[in-house]
């Protein structure tokens, strides 16, 4: 019986970022005198060694580790997409972390998109391949797609679930990557307005979700601006060779 060659999507900004940060070391040398630092190459081992404990876990055959280019096609859609973190201090090893991945793990970045763009094509593009998309960002649950969030099981998102987790992302928005939603719409009450409809075909649901924003004062075109900034790419979304982004609409 032929068995399918499994390989894992792995979201490498997070893994090098905890790895990079949880490695900085302050040292206070006295008279004032403070410094940070930090072991490139234990950073390095210890990202290696997650990768294998990985591949072992989930037993996979192979893995690619998805990193985001410095364009990102969302700052067209919503120029302070992602804003709020421009004055915020990157791990000091990071960029090494980066260019470690692109030397020694199967690294990838895809021009003008994020990790999390580059996970949700390949997850979703026809394949032989069995293929897993290892996070812990719940954005991932908005993809169609088997995932790990714990990097040791799986569980498959269906179709439905998916459109409608990113519905539910439409409303709430997400104050980390700096786009708002609906004002005073947090996670409970999305699911409260929307809940019922679980089940419900994306263009449906894509139309509660617009007289929602309607209700609250919202305009259609500010609904559907959410809606792009929060949709993350899958198959068809995309030119490999251009870096053209075909934006979300339904």
Request: net charge neutral; glycine share 6%.
């Amino acid at each position: 019986m032929y068995k399918k060659k499994k390989v894992l999507l792995i979201d490498g900004d997070i893994l090098a970022y905890q790895i990079a940060t949880n490695n900085e070391v302050e040292t206070n040398w006295g008279d004032g005198l403070w410094t940070l630092h930090s072991n490139e190459n234990s950073c390095k081992q210890q990202f290696d060694a997650v990768i294998d404990d990985l591949c072992s876990n989930l037993s996979a055959d192979d893995y690619i580790v998805a990193l985001t280019d410095k364009n990102n096609f969302r700052k067209d859609i919503l120029p302070t997409y992602k804003s709020n973190r421009n004055s915020k201090r990157k791990p000091i090893v990071l960029n090494a972390m980066r260019e470690h991945i692109m030397e020694k793990h199967n690294g990838v970045v895809w021009k003008n998109l994020e990790a999390d763009d580059v996970m949700g094509i390949m997850a979703t593009e026809p394949t032989q391949e069995d293929r897993v998309i290892v996070s812990i960002d719940k954005d991932m649950r908005t993809i169609p797609c088997t995932l790990s969030n714990d990097g040791t099981t799986t569980e498959q998102i269906p179709q439905r679930l998916a459109d409608y987790n990113f519905m539910i992302q439409v409303l709430t928005g997400d104050k980390v990557d700096g786009y708002d939603g609906i004002d005073g719409v947090g996670i409970k009450t999305a699911e409260k307005l929307i809940k019922k409809y679980t089940n419900v075909p994306l263009l449906d649901l894509w139309k509660i979700v617009k007289g929602i924003y309607k209700d609250k004062g919202y305009t259609e075109q500010e609904a559907l601006q959410q809606a792009r900034v929060a949709h993350i790419l899958r198959h068809g979304e995309y030119n490999k060779k251009t870096g053209k982004v075909t934006l979300w609409q339904i």
